[in-house]
Every structure is written in C-alpha cells, then in structure tokens.
C-alpha cells in the first residue's frame, strides 16, 4: 500500500513539473508577437525616412527621354567636367545619371513623385554614381538650383513660361538650359536641334542667362 501511495505521488509529481513546462513554453512563444510589435516603431521610422507620399499631383504625365536625346541634350549645352547639372522634373535619373558617368560632374535631379526619385536612387546605385548624383523629392517651382550651370527640362510650353522667373532670379548669366520638345514662349532660343528618336523627331532647345535679361523679359526677374 505504502508503495502504491508513493507511485501516485512521484505521478503526481511529474505531472505536475510536466504542465509548468509547458505553461512556461506557452509564455515564451507569446512574449514573441509582443517583441515584435515593440520593435514595430523602428521599422516605420526608417520608412517615414524615405519619400513615401506625393507633396501634390505632378504637372505632366511622366514619358521617358530616349538616351540618344539625352546624349543630344548634354552635348548642345557643352556639358565639361566643370559644370553643375539640375535636372527639374528628373523621372528614373538618366539625364543626371549619364552626365555623371560621361563627365564625372556633380548632378541633382528634383521631382515631386516619390515613386520615380526611388526609381533614379535605384538607378544611381546601379551606375555607381551616388558619390557624384543626388535625387531630391521636391516641387521644382519651389526648389533652390542656384549652384546650377546646367539645367535640363522636359515640362510642357506653359510649364516652361512659368518657370522662368525662377531661372531668371536664381540662375547666374552663362547657365544653360536644354529643353526636350518645348520652347519657353517668347524667350528666343541660342540653337534649336532636330534629333530622331526611336519612334517620332525630338527637339532640342538652347538657353543661355544673359548679362542683361531681355527687355520684353525684365518684368520676370521682379517676380
């Protein structure tokens, strides 16, 4: 009997030991999702780094340059290792990307879709050009290009008339800007070039800021 009473007892014991195990167990696997959650934060902070919404709508449809007008672009603005390219309303990067590769200059694309300036980081990092370009999430009608020698465009006519009290104030004379297919109104351009693209004839317009800015233009650099 007293045997018998043992045996229960040393079950009972076990039993016992066996379903303290398993709660501790169960505490372990939940303490997880709750690390997890705690550790939530971090990763939303890291995203919130990045561009993540659009500041507003973009002014124009997003059409890429075929690289052959890119080429075109850069060599009637007689790009030089000297220069300082912005390019406003820069899309996946291949205008500042290929200036930096061809001419080891410094080139910052603006664009206010969030989307294509992690497209062109992207596309920068493949080149092995993030050293010498930067891509910024920005509307270019409030952005600072000042240090520009070189600005390039692809925009719409009305954009472009725009946009060019902001060249005039903050662009010092003997910059270029290249325009891809549209003028800027009544601003007569230095060169105009036909360039046949893969699909249809591009054109490609020439700028230089003058000493004095035009007289039927005055009025712009007071804007």
Same mark, same amino acid.
């Given at each position: ?72 672009? *850069?060599?009637?603005? !007689? &790009?030089?290792?000297?220069?300082? /390219? ?7 990067? %291949? @205008? ?59 925009? *719409?006519?009305?954009? !472009? &008339?725009?946009?060019?009290?902001? /060249? ?7 910059? %270029? @800007? ?46």
């Amino acid at each position: 009997m007293a045997s018998r009473k043992f045996n229960i007892l040393l079950v009972s014991v076990l039993t016992a030991g066996a379903a303290s195990l398993g709660c501790n167990q169960v505490q372990a696997d939940r303490s997880t999702p709750s690390e997890q959650v705690q550790a939530a934060p971090v990763d939303q902070q890291q995203a919130q780094s990045s561009p993540t919404t659009q500041l507003r709508e973009p002014d124009v449809v997003y059409v890429p340059t075929p690289q052959n007008v890119v080429d075109q672009m *850069l060599a009637i603005a !007689n &790009v030089n290792e000297k220069d300082v /390219l912005y390019d406003l309303g820069s899309g996946d990067g %291949r @205008i500042p990307i290929t200036a930096a590769q061809r001419f080891g200059i410094q080139a910052t694309g603006i664009d206010i879709n969030p989307e294509r300036i992690r497209e062109a980081n992207e596309n920068a990092q493949k080149a092995g050009v993030t050293d010498r370009v930067k891509f910024l999430n920005q509307d270019l009608f409030t952005s600072q290009f000042s240090d520009a020698t070189v600005v390039t465009l692809y925009l *719409l006519p009305e954009l !472009n &008339v725009k946009l060019r009290p902001q /060249l005039f104030q903050q662009l010092k004379p003997g910059t %270029r @800007i290249v325009s891809h297919d549209f003028a800027m109104g009544d601003w007569k351009p230095d060169r105009v070039v036909q360039v046949e693209g893969p699909s249809r004839t591009h054109t490609v317009y020439l700028w230089t800021i003058p000493e004095k800015v035009p007289a039927n233009l005055q009025s712009e650099t007071s804007k």
